[in-house]
């Protein structure tokens, strides 16, 4: 088994799906998974739990891509895992902080506005501008921002597509952000 190329291995595990198979392409790039977690999560334990997390999410998606070029593929498989693990993991204690620097990155409103709104004000805004919002995008941007999920979770969870939940998030940001400014400039002309 050893002499076949990824190819080849790739060919025989999508027809009988037998894990040696898999086991056989992996093995040799699992020192290269190993660094690539080791550069993103810093942590020896998790790095080789993802290793193996890794290996079980390739027993589902092997056979549902056509796959030229398994090194590069893999890697790219696990740097999205590390991102996707770095996300749901995060250890900050306000769930608004990811959102205002989104957000707030091309906005004209502060440079950074959680610095800057130390009484809540902005969170009350922000508030009552996700409540306008329609009820599609509120739903999406809530479970991306706030529950930390990724597009395929939220999508799954709401039975509806991929593409569709992106283009909520990116519509509910823009229409939070031009709302967010709008209540700035009516709050600094009553000033």
């Known amino acids: 088994m050893g002499k076949l190329s990824d190819e080849e291995l790739i060919s025989i595990y999508c027809k009988n799906h037998d894990p040696e198979i898999l086991g056989t392409l992996y093995k040799p790039y ?29 027993v589902k998606d092997i056979p549902r891509f056509e796959i030229r070029n398994f090194r590069s593929w893999l890697y790219g498989v696990t740097r999205n895992y590390c991102l996707m693990y770095l996300r749901r993991n995060s250890k900050q204690k306000d769930s608004y902080s990811d959102f205002f620097a989104d957000l707030f990155m091309e906005s004209t409103v502060a440079s950074h506005p959680i610095e800057e709104e130390t009484d809540g004000e902005l969170f009350e805004r922000l508030k009552a501008c996700m409540e306008k919002l329609k009820e ?56």
Do not use: P, W
């Not at 190993?34 to 290793?51: F, H, I, P, W």
């Not at 991306?144 to 519509?171: D, H, R």
């Open 30 to 58: 699992m020192y290269l998974v190993y660094g690539v977690c080791m550069k993103y999560l810093k942590n020896r334990e998790d790095s080789q739990d993802a290793v193996m997390q890794i290996f079980e999410v390739l």
């Open 136 to 191: 599609e995008q509120r739903i999406c941007v809530e479970h991306f921002y706030y529950k930390k999920q990724c597009y395929k979770e939220i999508a799954t969870e709401l039975n509806i597509g991929e593409q569709k939940v992106k283009s909520f998030i990116q519509n509910g940001k823009r229409n939070l952000k031009i709302c967010l400014e709008t209540k700035e400039i009516i709050k600094n002309a009553k000033n």
